[in-house]
Structure formats: C-alpha cells, structure tokens
C-alpha cells in the first residue's frame, strides 16, 4: 500500500468524465488516502459534491470565499499539507488556465499557490485535444514540471472516436503510485527486451513462443518509475507501451537482436525479459505451403543468436539481468543459465504459473544465492526486481558480467 496516509487534494473540472473522478477517489480512499476534494463550478454541474463528500469522508470545497476557512486563506491552506495535487478530469479550458497561471476560482488558485507536484489526467474531445493551442498549453506544462496521465484514445462521449479519454479511475491510480516510487535508477539508460519473436515458415504461418510481454513491460515500467531512461526492444504483444518509455517494436530474433546491437553499447542496465525464438526457419518459404497429401512435414531450422549472451560479453558490458521460464527443476537450470550467459543476476519461473497471467512468483540467483519473490503481480514484482538491482550496482557487487 504504496499510498496509505498520503495526503492528497483531488481536483474535479468540468468534463463528462467527472463521474469518473467519484470512482477515482474511492480507490485512493480504499488505499488509505487522505482525500481532500476541490471543485470548479462546472465539475458540479455533472457530479455533486455531496458524492464526493460521501465518499471521502470530508468536506468538498468549491468557493474561493468559503466562509468555513478560518482566516480566508482557503487558496492557501486547503492544499498546503498535500502531497501531490491531482486534477482529474483535467478539461482544455483549465490547462489554458494552469499554463498561463490564472487563478480565478477556487482549483486554479490552490494549483497556482501549490508546493506540492501536480498531476494532471485530461479529459476532452479529440478536436480540442489536437487543437493547437491545447497542444501548446501541454508542452508549457509539461516543461513546467507538471505530471500528465494520459490521455487515451477510444470512444468518446461526444460520439467520436480519437486522442482524449481521460485514463480509467484505475490507469490513474498507477500513475500516482508510480509518483511515489523511490528512484534509484535515476540518470540510468535502460535497455530491456520483451514478448516472444515471430519467425517466418511462410507468409502466414510462424514459429512463436507463448509470451505475453507482460512481465518484460512491468519492468520497463518500473524502471521508469525509478527515474530511468527506458528503450523496450519489443516482439509482437497486444500490450501498450508503458508512459514514459520508447518502445521499438521488432518481430524476429534478428531484428531484436539488430536493434540491441545498436542501443546495448550506450545502456547502463540491460534486462532480457523477452522469450528469444531459440530457432529460425532456414528456407523461409516465399508462398504459402499447401496441405500435402497426408505424411508429414520436415522444417531446417537454424539457431538464432543469444543477444542476452552477446551483451553480456561485451567489453563494457552494461550490467544484465536474464529472465529464464523453466518447466522443471528450477533452481538447478536457473543457476546454470546463469552461470553460462554469465550475468550477475538470474530471475527465474515456473513458466506453468507465470505465462500469460498478470501475477507471478520469482526466484532470483545472484553470488549472495537465492531470493523468492511473490506470488504478486508482475509490476509488483518489477519494481522489487528494480530495487534489487539498484541495491546491486549501489552496493558496487559484481556488475559487470566479466568481472
Ligand atoms: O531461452 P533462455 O531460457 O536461454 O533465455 C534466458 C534468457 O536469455 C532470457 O533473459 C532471454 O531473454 C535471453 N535470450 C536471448 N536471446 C536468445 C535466447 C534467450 O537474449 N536467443
């Protein structure tokens, strides 16, 4: 419970999806939030206070000249003990305001009088959105040090579809925990690999292997969160990229293993999270092979490279992590997968418990040995990855695979 006890203020405009502003404070009340509301005008034309009042548990405040506020320094007060301001839905009318500094109501004056870091989720339609001046607005802010979660694409209410669904209440919550996450990564170039690689038997059909990308994703997400700058080398997956991170999507073994090549050299940390085809068809068929008459079917297949091994031999190796999902003695094949593509660090699974699913539970092999991790969800168990690695190369272990 990464927000338990925090103290937060949550900003509600005026948009359609400040209904969805009443779920986004359950969730932080429920995380044992501190959830102080403040309202425009506009955002009570579409939920009311009392709502919020009922599901925080505290006064919702929505006039500058609140005669509750003792010394009528309500701009002031109301948000000097929080910890992070989050204004959700963030409507276009109130970044233009918080970009050219206004304070004209009750909200924009506690985010100009603020102290404490400011998140933002917008929430508009996909005109307004990609109108110029919206545009510009955001990169003030974003230069101004203001946090942005999201928006989306999707349907929008106005019937159109396009950039400029607020997140859900949920994608939100993540984004304020990642706020709070330590960084130890920070200044760090991280190069992470994941999902499965696609090789070609002919125009339709591939070898593959069962990968979701999801555990390789957490933890380019949570070496962002670290502070890191994150490059995801990424095989073919259904998943978004994490905020935040540039991902390059590739589909066969070689194609990663090209673009590593480039990127591994300049990257401080490497983790190869990605399922590698440990194959390659060697004659690639041009057409479509057609269904023979009964009988069976022979493929050559030659081997791919093992990019993990290669970086990990490079003279200024950055410091690497291997992923390993092994069906059967797992301490045992870890350690000597560990051993051969000589990484300092091994994290290891039960790929029967992991594949696919969104939790999972790790051993890591290091010199100190063996350390379980979960059953927890897999951006959980990232950021423990993340901090053990930060814990490593601050503890200045062997973090270089040739030592
Ligand atoms: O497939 P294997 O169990 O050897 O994978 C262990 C580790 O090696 C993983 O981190 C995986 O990303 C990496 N690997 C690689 N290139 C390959 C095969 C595996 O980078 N061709």
């Known amino acids: 419970m990464t927000l338990k006890g925090k103290k937060f203020l949550l900003g509600v405009t005026g948009g359609i999806a400040a209904y969805k502003a009443a779920q986004l404070a359950r969730l932080l009340v429920k995380e044992g939030a501190d959830v102080r509301v403040a309202m425009t005008e506009a955002a009570t034309r579409f939920v009311t206070p009392v709502t919020l009042q009922a599901l925080t548990g505290q006064a919702v405040w929505t006039d500058l000249w609140d005669p509750r506020v003792r010394d009528n320094m309500g701009h002031i007060e109301l948000s000097r003990d929080r910890e992070l301001i989050v204004v959700a839905p963030a409507t276009a009318d109130f970044l233009a305001k918080l970009a050219g500094g206004l304070a004209d109501d009750l909200l924009s004056t506690l985010c100009a009088a603020r102290r404490s870091p400011l998140l933002v989720a917008p929430a508009m339609n996909v005109e307004m959105w990609e109108n110029a001046a919206t545009q510009r ?8 040090g203001v946090h942005f979660a999201g928006p989306a694409a999707g ?8 950039m400029g669904r607020m997140l859900e209440p949920e994608e939100i919550l993540a984004e304020i925990e990642a706020l709070f996450q330590p960084k130890p990564l920070a200044g760090k170039r991280v190069l992470v690999t994941a999902g499965p690689t696609e090789e070609p038997i002919d ?3 591939v070898i593959t292997n069962a990968s979701s990308g999801k555990m390789g994703y957490a933890v380019a997400r949570a ?10 080398v990424s095989g073919p997956t259904a998943l978004d990229a994490p905020a935040g991170v540039q991902r390059i999507a590739v589909r066969t073994a070689e194609q990663m293993f ?3 090549k480039k990127l591994a050299p300049d990257s401080d940390l490497f983790f190869g999270v990605a399922a590698v085809s440990d194959y390659r068809v060697k004659n690639r068929a041009a057409q479509k092979i ?3 008459a009964g009988g069976g079917m022979t493929l ?3 081997e791919n490279p093992d990019i993990l091994a290669w970086v990990a031999a490079l003279k200024d ?3 690497c992590v291997g992923f390993a999902a092994e069906s059967e003695k797992l301490a045992e094949n870890a350690q000597a997968k560990r051993a051969k593509k000589d990484v300092p660090l091994l994290v290891a699974n039960l790929a029967q418990r992991a594949l696919g699913a969104d939790d999972s539970e790790v051993t890591l092999f290091d010199d100190d040995g063996r350390h379980p991790l979960g059953p927890a969800p897999k951006l959980e168990l990232a950021r423990e990855i993340v901090a053990h690695v930060a814990r490593m190369l601050a503890g200045e272990k062997r973090t270089r695979a040739k030592a």
């Open 258 to 260: 090209e673009a590593v």
């Open 203 to 205: 125009p339709v059909r």
């Open 155 to 162: 349907d929008q209410a106005c019937g159109e579809v396009g």
């Open 137 to 144: 607005n955001v990169h003030t802010l974003r230069g101004d």
């Open 223 to 232: 070496a962002r969160e670290a502070g890191a700058r994150v490059t995801l």
């Open 300 to 302: 050559e297949l030659i």
């Open 317 to 319: 190796a950055p410091f």
């Open 290 to 292: 057609k269904k023979g």
